[in-house]
């Protein structure tokens, strides 16, 4: 027996390096799929057909065009969307103002790079960049995607778009984006009301509500056509604890 013993010890002692390292094999391949699902919202949901129900996204401007059709300057790989009350997190997201479509970036089912418009019809709200936006159908029952800013039942909104311009400078006529252009809301209780300035913003409120709001604009030096999004967070967020309507 201890002759026996004496052969089975070198066999068993070179079963815990092997184990070892297909131990570290395995931990390395589930940390690459890991990594790889965080990457790739295709691998995550499986081509839910719910948010993979979008058209191709095909709009390339022409060489040469100045700026971008985007209202962020880099894909969002965090963002995520509710479809049908169903929310997904960590998309690759960004929002063509130009042609008013969110677009989602993915690996198809060969690896290659593919870009959708996410539909509108299922669509609900979006978060990217850092803000939020929400698809409401307007007054004429349109629906659009508006940013949209504070928590509560009265909100401002933020509809949003760019021009393709002519460069007049240029002898061979290319062209360009314009900046961002914005036409601003106050939504109460689902009824919008554009505004363009304090007074306008103002009238949007009950009468009760007004001068409490005109003395906070005064205290915290806001002018709607210059505040920061924080500022006007801030400022709607301070109209939803008011008692008016």
Same mark, same amino acid.
């Given at each position: 027996?201890?002759?026996?013993?004496?052969?089975?010890?070198?066999?068993?002692?070179?079963?815990?390096?092997?184990?070892?390292?297909?131990?570290?094999?395995?931990?390395?391949?589930?940390?690459?799929?890991?990594?790889?699902?965080?990457?790739?919202?295709?691998?995550?949901?499986?081509?839910?057909?719910?948010?993979?129900?979008?058209?191709?996204?095909?709009?390339?401007?022409?060489?040469?065009?100045?700026?971008?059709?985007?209202?962020?300057?880099?894909?969002?790989?965090?963002?995520?969307?509710?479809?049908?009350?169903?929310?997904?997190?960590?998309?690759?997201?960004?929002?063509?103002?130009?042609?008013?479509?969110?677009?989602?970036?993915?690996?198809? #089912?060969?690896? @290659?790079?593919?870009? %959708?418009?996410?539909?509108? *019809?299922?669509?609900? &709200?979006?978060? $990217?960049?850092?803000?939020?936006?929400?698809?409401?159908? #307007?007054?004429? @029952?349109?629906?659009? %995607?508006?940013?949209?800013? *504070?928590?509560?039942? &009265?909100?401002? $909104?933020?509809?949003?778009?760019?021009?393709?311009?002519?460069?007049?400078?240029?002898?061979?006529?290319?062209?360009?984006?314009?900046?961002?252009?914005?036409?601003?809301?106050?939504?109460?209780?689902?009824?919008?009301?554009?505004?363009?300035?304090?007074?306008?913003?103002?009238?949007?409120?009950?009468?009760?509500?007004?001068?409490?709001?005109?003395?906070?604009?005064?205290?915290?030096?806001?002018?709607?056509?210059?505040?920061?999004?924080r500022a006007m967070t801030e400022m709607?967020n301070y109209c939803n604890t008011l008692?008016?309507?």
């Amino acid at each position: 027996m201890d002759g026996l013993n004496a052969e089975m010890l070198p066999a068993r002692s070179l079963t815990f390096p092997r184990l070892f390292i297909l131990l570290t094999i395995a931990l390395w391949s589930l940390s690459g799929q890991a990594q790889d699902l965080q990457n790739n919202p295709d691998q995550v949901y499986g081509f839910d057909p719910l948010l993979y129900n979008g058209l191709v996204y095909s709009f390339y401007p022409h060489p040469g065009t100045g700026g971008t059709q985007y209202l962020f300057d880099a894909f969002d790989r965090r963002g995520s969307v509710t479809l049908r009350g169903v929310t997904y997190s960590n998309l690759t997201l960004n929002y063509d103002i130009f042609n008013h479509q969110l677009i989602m970036e993915f690996k198809n #089912g060969i690896g @290659s790079q593919s870009s %959708i418009q996410i539909s509108y *019809g299922w669509l609900e &709200k979006a978060s $990217l960049g850092g803000s939020n936006f929400a698809v409401i159908a #307007g007054a004429d @029952s349109n629906k659009r %995607i508006y940013q949209v800013i *504070g928590d509560g039942h &009265k909100n401002i $909104l933020y509809y949003q778009s760019k021009d393709l311009l002519m460069d007049n400078t240029k002898i061979k006529g290319s062209h360009y984006f314009s900046a961002v252009r914005k036409t601003m809301f106050v939504m109460i209780n689902d009824q919008i009301t554009a505004f363009k300035n304090n007074a306008g913003f103002l009238k949007a409120f009950s009468q009760s509500d007004k001068s409490l709001i005109k003395v906070y604009m005064r205290i915290h030096n806001i002018n709607v056509k210059k505040a920061s999004d924080r500022a006007m967070t801030e400022m709607i967020n301070y109209c939803n604890t008011l008692p008016g309507s």
